[in-house]
């Protein structure tokens, strides 16, 4: 089972600023087959990112997912209001899918 | 527009069962691989399930194994999960969601309680 560690559990941030996502793999992602969610309270998460940095249909350019193998990044070049959220990693080459445990951006 | 509509959701005790429903539409149900995903009260998503197109194939997570059971009629757009020998543990809402790569199209989750 691939275990998915995200870094920082909880980053606090301002709008405008750049926010920076990290998800670690405990092995090598197959064919970087890792996507990217955000989930706000009360709401299904939404896909912004899968194959590792390929934006799903309608995700502003400000998001970015980049990394391959084992290290990922989810990078929000500038934040907007609406961008505070959970946000969580997920991989699909194997079963089972797992999830990252999320990163809480939450406004300064 | 693509919509995934779960139902069957409630309270049931520990050792009872309960069997979801997702309702699809705007899409042709039977090309895709579909999924069921929870997520426990303030906690994390995980993913329980999916089946192949025509139901051939199907995976579960190790702890619902034997407990739960994915299924799928293609004539009625629907997607199933039969939930026995409940947990406390397995309270959460649980998702529908179309493929089983990334998930691209999701429902609204409906919401199984297990309590005494």
């Not at chain 1, 955000?38 to 299904?44: F, I, N, S």
């Not at chain 1, 990044?73 to 959220?85: G, H, K, M």
């Not at chain 2, 929870?38 to 199907?58: F, M, N, T």
Request: hydrophobic share 35%; net charge neutral.
């Amino acid at each position: 089972e691939v275990v998915l560690t995200q870094s920082p559990g909880t980053l606090s941030l301002s709008p405008g600023e750049r926010a920076t996502l990290s998800c670690r793999a405990s092995q090598s992602v197959t064919r970087n087959f890792l996507a990217w969610y955000q989930q706000k309270p009360g709401q299904a998460p939404r896909l912004l990112i899968y194959d590792a940095s390929i934006r799903a249909t309608g995700i502003p350019d400000r998001f970015t997912g980049s990394g391959s193998g084992t290290d990922f990044t989810l990078t929000i070049s500038r934040l907007e209001p609406e961008d505070f959220a959970v946000y969580y990693c997920q991989h699909y080459g194997s079963s089972p899918r797992t999830f990252g445990q999320g990163t809480n951006l939450e406004i300064k | 527009e693509v919509q995934l509509v779960e139902s069957g959701g409630g309270l049931v005790q520990p050792g009872g069962s309960l069997r979801l429903s997702c309702a699809a539409s705007g899409f042709t149900f039977g090309d895709y691989w579909m999924s069921w995903v929870r997520q426990a009260p303030g906690k994390g998503l995980e993913w329980v399930a999916h089946i192949k197109v025509d139901g051939s194939e199907k995976y579960y997570l190790d702890s619902v194994k034997g407990r739960f059971a994915i299924s799928r009629d293609n004539a009625k757009n629907s997607l199933f999960l039969q939930m026995n020998s409940l947990r406390v543990d397995d309270t959460a809402v649980y998702y529908c969601a179309r493929g089983a790569a990334a998930f691209e199209y999701w429902g609204q989750g409906t919401l199984v309680t297990v309590s005494s």
